[in-house]
């Protein structure tokens, strides 16, 4: 049993598709150095960006109710100045911890701080 033939028109046939397939390839190719070209030619000039230095948020000096007022441990006084409202919520708080050696548990209670 040979597989060598000798028909015309199926050698035709892997020609065209062989053609077809190059043309593809070759124009896939073009398309991309086209587009290489493109973007170098049209890049837009790269200037360096200058971050800005950090900063205080707050602009102004701290009203007088914070004097002596470590950062999270603020007076409710010192809140209501610095958010411009009368009330305020509960800023600061304390837990405890109180054990049971029997049931070997522990209770945990959040308490408002007082200062």
């Known amino acids: 049993m040979t597989f060598i033939h000798d028909d015309s028109a199926?050698?035709?046939?892997h020609r065209i598709r062989d053609f077809a397939i190059a043309g593809v390839v070759a124009l896939a190719a073009f398309a991309g150095?086209?587009?290489?070209i493109h973007t170098v030619t049209t890049a837009p000039d790269q200037s360096v960006a200058?971050?800005?230095?950090?900063?205080?948020?707050?602009?102004s000096a701290l009203p007088s109710a914070c004097a002596g007022d470590s950062w999270g441990n603020?007076?409710?006084a010192c809140v209501?100045?610095?958010?411009?409202r009368e009330t305020t919520r509960q800023v600061h708080f304390e837990t405890?911890?109180?054990r049971d050696g029997s049931a070997r548990m522990s209770v945990l209670t959040r308490v408002p701080s007082s200062s």
């Open 74 to 76: 603020w007076s409710p």
């Open 80 to 84: 209501s100045a610095i958010s411009g």
């Open 96 to 98: 405890f911890e109180a």
């Open 33 to 36: 150095m086209a587009s290489i």
């Open 10 to 13: 199926l050698h035709t046939q």
């Open 50 to 59: 200058v971050e800005a230095p950090k900063t205080d948020r707050l602009n």
